[in-house]
């Protein structure tokens, strides 16, 4: 039985300027399902997360997102992002839970005072996270691998049932990996639909359920196994991935 889409993208074309960043991509990512985003740098990866956030506007295409246009989703918190770590100002004046409680804003309304089940759900993610001992530290005094364990703390606690995570595993130890990719496989098998950008193809297997390959446009969609056949990545890479120990 196939399961509704929870993220739609079709024919969706970006440009920023003369530069062409996707070039008609579409895809469909399913609920209970990790799927791996595989591409070489400026291959379009940020760009489709941007898309799928609703944060960077297609020149064609659409995208879908249970349904509805990704600024709904987003605001009725079915969103949650990781970003990468490039993409985070880590000198302000935040605590690992502030951050969490961040997911949560938008269930506070404007006056953003906690309820108890605000405070709860934070104590929880930042116990799935394993981040409860750091849950004072400011947030630029993490490791890089504790930053992203933060922010997918806040996707817990928004109760976020898409994921989207751009280089979770960049300069990351492998405690938090192990860590992270555990849990991805947990809120995929309580019913998320995740989608994860990776360089490193050793571990793919292990986390995605399925794997997409791009290079501007979606080069393939399937099985680890068949994406990570060395004729594909040579499609997607160029040849030098493959000599590369
Ligand atoms: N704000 C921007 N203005 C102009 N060009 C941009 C902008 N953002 C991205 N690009 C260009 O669009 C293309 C796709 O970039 P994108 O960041 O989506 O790739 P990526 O696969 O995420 O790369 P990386 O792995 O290096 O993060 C690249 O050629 C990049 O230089």
């Not at 269930?107 to 993610?125: C, F, I, L, S, W």
């Not at 080069?219 to 120990?245: E, I, K, S, W, Y």
Request: glycine share 10%.
């Amino acid at each position: 039985m196939t399961t509704q889409p929870a993220v739609e993208v079709r024919d969706v074309t970006v440009h920023y300027g003369d530069v062409l960043a996707l070039d008609r991509v579409s895809l469909a990512l399913r609920p209970g399902r990790v799927c791996g985003l595989v591409g070489m740098n400026g291959s379009g990866k940020s760009t489709l997360f941007k898309a799928i956030m609703g944060t960077v506007k297609p020149d064609t295409g659409t995208v879908r997102i249970n349904g509805a246009a990704p600024a709904a989703a987003r605001k009725a918190g079915v969103l949650g992002y990781v970003p990468q770590s490039e993409d985070v100002d880590w000198t302000f004046p935040l605590s690992v839970r502030d951050v969490v409680m961040t997911g949560r804003y938008g269930r506070m309304g404007p006056t953003r005072r906690p309820k108890k089940a605000d405070r709860d759900a934070v104590e929880h993610a930042l116990e799935r996270v394993e981040l409860t001992d750091l849950a004072d530290r400011q947030i630029g005094q993490l490791s890089g691998g504790q930053k992203k364990r933060t922010f997918v703390a806040r996707g817990i606690a928004q109760g976020a049932t898409i994921l989207l995570l751009d280089e979770p595993f960049a300069g990351v130890d492998k405690r938090s990996e192990a860590t992270i990719t555990a849990l991805l496989r947990e809120l995929a098998d309580a019913g998320a639909a995740i989608l994860v950008s990776t360089h490193d193809l050793h571990a793919l297997p292990d986390l995605a359920d399925e794997a997409i390959l791009l290079l501007r446009t979606v080069l393939m969609h399937g099985d680890p196994g068949v994406v990570l056949q060395p004729d594909n990545l040579a499609a997607a890479f160029g040849l030098d991935v493959m000599t590369r120990t």
